[in-house]
């Protein structure tokens, strides 16, 4: 979702809209992953909610672990100017769902998004049985 992002911001600025990603990380551990995976960082705003005080207010904590780890759902606001909620999607899917991704980009009326399912990762590697 991050590669997508960050190749799709220039259409979220055109619409006069903006993206800010909040997550439990710190601002180091975010900053370290966008250098290690784009060797760049990422151009949208970051929140640090180490706290899980955002998380708590919102209802963005599972109950269960995520199988690749946490407690946070990824979610989906978009607000207007006054910050009224327009539309909220708990959890958001879009990492993982063309549909939900491009959404994104209809609820906005920008042109659509190109979304990359592997988010610039490497593919997984099989294991070979000996």
Same mark, same amino acid.
């Given at each position: /979702? *991050? *590669?997508?992002?960050?190749?799709?911001?220039?259409? +979220? &600025?055109?619409?006069?809209?903006?993206?800010?990603?909040?997550?439990?990380?710190? =601002?180091?551990?975010?900053?370290?992953y966008a250098l290690?995976?784009?060797?760049?960082?990422? @151009?949208?705003?970051?929140?640090?909610?180490?706290?899980l005080e955002v *998380?708590?207010?919102?209802? =963005?904590?599972?109950?269960? !672990?995520? @199988?690749? $780890?946490?407690?946070?759902?990824?979610?989906? %606001? +978009? &607000?207007?100017?006054?910050? +009224?909620?327009?539309?909220?999607?708990? @959890? %958001? !899917?879009?990492?993982?769902?063309? !549909?939900?991704?491009?959404?994104?980009?209809? &609820?906005?009326?920008?042109? #659509? $998004?190109? %979304?990359?399912? /592997?988010? $610039? &990762?490497?593919? #997984?590697?099989?294991?070979?049985?000996?």
């Amino acid at each position: /979702m *991050a *590669a997508s992002l960050k190749h799709d911001y220039a259409k +979220i &600025l055109e619409v006069a809209a903006d993206l800010v990603m909040i997550s439990p990380d710190s =601002l180091e551990e975010h900053r370290k992953y966008a250098l290690t995976l784009f060797r760049e960082e990422l @151009p949208y705003r970051y929140v640090s909610d180490s706290n899980l005080e955002v *998380a708590r207010r919102y209802g =963005l904590i599972r109950k269960k !672990e995520h @199988p690749h $780890g946490g407690f946070y759902y990824r979610s989906l %606001w +978009i &607000l207007n100017r006054d910050a +009224i909620v327009l539309h909220k999607s708990v @959890p %958001w !899917e879009g990492n993982s769902s063309v !549909e939900e991704y491009q959404r994104l980009f209809k &609820l906005i009326d920008s042109e #659509p $998004g190109e %979304w990359r399912p /592997m988010c $610039g &990762l490497r593919q #997984p590697q099989k294991l070979h049985a000996s």
